[in-house]
């Protein structure tokens, strides 16, 4: 069985690390052979080659952005989807796949070149555009979201929330949630290199608005008024970071409490040495920040907004605090540090976020999702 995957990128992020764990996940049956497409050369590219057949470039622009479209620019948009759509109809054909995965809803060329030679097609949804990003469908989301139904047989998404922003469009017995894996390497849980001089705080991820930094860098200045020790780790740094905002708030007073760290791909260093990890964001689609921090025993506290009230029950596996009101966040930082029994609520998280996040339940998933498309013991 012939199963060909698209990426809307070669770079490292969380679809991406999970389009790398689907590989994993599907290479453990000899029953399948792996084709990978990417729109350029990346990291993401080396570490999936090892369980592919083959690997495709191809150009995929997206019919996703965070401005509004003129006409024209529609139009134009929608020349370049064509002409992606042609070139992906000519992989088809060299691969003629039993299956395609859209591993994204922002990249229709596959969806739509799978559906005009009658193939099998999955989205693998990962990201709410409208009210994570701030972005939106060019062409209009009820026309962009029918065009999702219309092009697939199976449709996986990350969470129920994501689920919910597409049931009354799609069919509900195509939609199946599945729990990505979340791996981390277990040499790093449970060990501790913390300085215990301070309190350790760290908001990990790509440096943007609707990610939180400004929202952390906030609390913290609440954290400085009242006196509290404490580090602020910013881990996520790149070339691309959108520093306006936030490099602004933080004056002379704030500076030597607060570290900006370059984006890794290996971020449980860092976890180790936190005492709470914070997540600010707007509306986490599912949160892998989340599920990593708890995997590690590191407690979280979050914005009771999107998929975070999937992950955490407030007081029993890790806190949730007001999205948008940075002075309860910090006064919930406080609150959670000085409990007595933190080490048994990160033991929980860590107990829960184990059984409901790991690889076999995701390999499990995945097979029983895709026999549902063939209805037939084509899988694993």
Known sequence: MKILLVSHSADI?????????????????????????FPSDGKLVDLCRPYCENTFKCYLP????????????????????????KKAYKIIGEVKPDLIITNTSTIPGFAIAGFFTQSKHCWFIH???DEDFESNFIFGKSLSKRIVSYTSKLVLVISELVKSRYIGIVKESKI????????IDEVFAN?????????????IGNI????????????????????????????????????????????DD????????????????????????????????????????????????????????????????GFLYEYGNPRDLAEKIIKV????????????????????????????????????????????
């Open 337 to 380: 540090s000085k409990l007595t029994n933190l080490s048994e609520i990160a033991e929980s998280g860590r107990a829960w976020s184990m059984t409901h996040f790991n690889f076999n339940l995701f390999r499990s998933e995945l097979n029983e999702s895709i026999r549902s498309a063939f209805g037939s013991d084509k899988c694993f």
């Open 127 to 129: 990201e709410l555009v």
């Open 191 to 203: 060990k501790t290199s913390k300085d215990d001089s301070a309190l350790n705080l760290m908001i």
């Open 13 to 37: 992020g969380g679809a991406e690390l999970c389009f790398v764990e689907m590989l994993k996940a599907l290479s453990d049956s000899n029953k399948y052979k792996l084709y990978t497409v």
């Open 254 to 317: 704030l500076k030597q409490m607060i570290e900006f760290i370059p984006f890794t791909e290996s971020p449980q260093f860092f976890y180790q040495k936190t005492d709470i990890t914070l997540v600010c964001s707007r509306c986490e689609a599912l949160g892998r920040v989340t599920i990593e921090s708890m995997k590690m025993g590191t407690p979280v506290i979050a914005s009771n907004t999107g998929a975070n009230i999937e992950l955490i029950k407030d007081g029993v596996t």
């Open 62 to 85: 997206w019919w996703v952005d965070d401005k509004v479209f003129t006409l024209r620019e529609k139009f134009n948009r929608f020349v370049n989807i064509l002409a992606s759509t």
């Open 176 to 183: 199946w949630k599945i729990n990505q894996p979340v791996q």
């Open 208 to 251: 943007m608005p609707h990610k939180g930094q400004v929202e952390a860098v906030l609390a913290c200045k609440e954290l400085l008024k009242w006196k509290i020790n404490f580090k602020l780790m910013i881990v996520g740094l790149t070339p691309y970071s959108k520093l306006d905002g936030l490099i602004e708030i933080i004056d």
